[in-house]
């Protein structure tokens, strides 16, 4: 009845036979289906609808209790689903996304043209089949509200991929606001994501949004799930549930519109299994599964991101042109790359910078990848008041230095320069990377992502050992 009110033509069929009868002679651009049918499964008759015309569109009617079969439901192949008791307003939301010529059908066509001509996909770079079959799940991914959850190893692309769905979708025009679940001190997250009112706490001073609010009508990309404390799962599955929060220190329920995509890059199942992230959280936000695979297993994409990345450091620093030697590009593909994408980028970084006469080659390379190159530390001034007795060379004093193993050495201390990290045979590496990290961060005045940079690895392990380290109170 509802449908019919929205001037659609539109049958009914009450069971599995009846519903598959009518797939064949009516030929439907959009099912609606519960999941629970008497006699069958609505993943079955998903399956029939999509196998008979795969541009079909299924919309799956779920109860609060069966959220497992709606991730189901989509894994089969439904576009999005409507949680019960169904309300008009979303329903009609819904079939505006799928209406010929709209949001939902759009643009699509273009892209894979880019892609097959340029390697560029939204966000993303790369032309293998890992990375072609990753952009088929984005754009169906994207025209959809549900949940997304991204895994991946770190930096693998997941952030560039929840930014390439935030930009392909109908709230592109409205905030991707991220979250790094690991980096906000825990006391402080719940302001964070719900804001405040005026005097709800010591410092409280005026009121403030919080991240739902910011990211109303548009996206919340929440990194490194499984670093969420259980208390604020509770509240966050709670958010997800009524659609509306409270600031703290109030009463009012406010109203959100997010759609909400997770990553991590650790094993999710083993984090439920470990009670460490909760069953019920893992069910409600992976909805979507998208897995980013390593680099090294997509090694096509090697020499076409490390092209994207050499033009675009070109292009910030001098715009002057640059381009790898075959032997350079050899010697990229031909690495194992841990750091996965972020490596390639620094990697190609440091090439460029120690290359000057416009064509990166496989020398250069090598040092870089051998870890004999100093391209990123002279990049970095320390501040003057810190280094009173700077050496000429920063980078040199930063890459530490082995002192004999005499004991007169242990008795010079050096350790007041502080762009020298000395290290003895002896120290614990734990030690020896506590005191690094500690001088990076006076280096660069606390600034955690250029230390990232520097120390070549993600913001969130910084964020992480600082933590470890106990090295902010
Ligand atoms: N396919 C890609 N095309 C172009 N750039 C990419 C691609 N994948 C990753 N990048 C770039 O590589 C860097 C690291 O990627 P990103 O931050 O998305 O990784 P991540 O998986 O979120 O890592 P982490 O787990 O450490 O948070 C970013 O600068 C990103 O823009
Ligand atoms: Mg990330």
């Not at 609606?32 to 799956?60: C, M, Q, Y």
């Not at 032309?127 to 088929?136: F, H, I, K, Q, T």
């Not at 120390?455 to 106990?470: A, C, F």
């Amino acid at each position: 009845m509802l449908l019919e009110e929205f001037d659609l033509d539109v049958r009914s069929a009450s069971t599995l036979a009846e519903g598959r009868a009518a797939l064949a002679s009516f030929d439907p651009d959009v099912c609606l289906t519960d999941l629970r049918l008497p006699d069958g499964d609505g993943i079955d008759f998903i399956r029939d609808a999509r196998a008979a015309d795969s541009r079909r569109e299924i919309v799956v009617l779920t109860g609060h209790g069966s959220l497992g079969t709606a991730v189901e439901a989509m894994k089969a192949g439904a576009f999005d689903y409507l949680v019960k008791p169904l309300r008009p307003v979303q329903l009609e939301a819904v079939l505006e996304r799928l209406r010929p010529g709209g949001p939902a059908s759009d643009g699509d066509a273009a892209l894979w043209k880019t892609l097959d001509e340029t390697g560029h996909f939204g966000a993303m770079v790369g032309v293998s089949n890992a990375m072609r079959e990753a952009c088929a799940v984005i754009a169906r991914i994207a025209r959809s509200d549900a949940p997304v959850m991204i895994t991946g190893e770190s930096g693998s692309g997941k952030e560039a991929a929840a930014q390439t769905i935030h930009s392909l979708s109908r709230r592109r025009e409205k905030p991707l606001v991220a979250i790094n679940c690991g980096a906000v001190a825990a006391n402080l997250i719940e302001s964070e994501l719900f804001g405040h009112e005026k005097g709800a706490f010591t410092g409280a001073d005026k009121r403030r949004a919080g991240y739902f609010e910011l990211a109303h009508g548009g996206t919340l990309f929440l990194d490194e799930i499984t670093e969420m404390s259980p208390d604020l799962q509770v509240k966050f599955l709670r958010v997800l549930e009524t659609r509306s929060f409270r600031r703290v220190g109030g009463n009012e329920e406010i109203g959100c519109d997010v759609r909400v995509i997770s990553s991590s890059n650790r094993d999710l199942l083993e984090a439920v299994e470990k009670k460490t992230l909760r069953e019920d959280l893992y069910y409600r936000l992976n909805v979507f599964p998208l897995q980013i695979v390593p680099l090294r297993e997509r090694r096509e994409d090697v020499p076409v991101l490390a092209k994207h990345f050499l033009d675009r450091v070109a292009e910030n620093e001098d715009g002057g042109r640059r381009s790898f030697s075959a032997g350079a590009l050899e010697k990229l593909a031909a690495h194992s790359w841990p750091g996965n994408v972020r490596e390639l980028r620094n990697v190609v970084h440091r090439a460029y910078v120690l290359s000057d006469d416009g064509v990166v080659d496989e020398a250069v390379v090598e040092a870089v990848l051998a870890g004999r190159s100093s391209g990123v530390f002279v990049a970095v001034r320390p501040p003057a008041q810190a280094s009173p007795r700077r050496s000429a060379e920063p980078s040199a004093a930063v890459e530490g230095s082995v002192a004999p193993a005499a004991p007169s050495a242990a008795a010079a201390p050096s350790g007041d320069d502080p762009l020298r990290v000395p290290v003895r045979v002896g120290d614990s590496l734990e030690d020896v990377e506590r005191r690094l990290l500690e001088r990076t961060l006076v280096a660069v005045d606390g600034n955690k992502k250029k230390a990232a940079e520097i120390l070549r690895v993600s913001l969130k392990t910084v964020y992480n050992k600082i933590k470890q380290y106990k090295l902010e109170p």
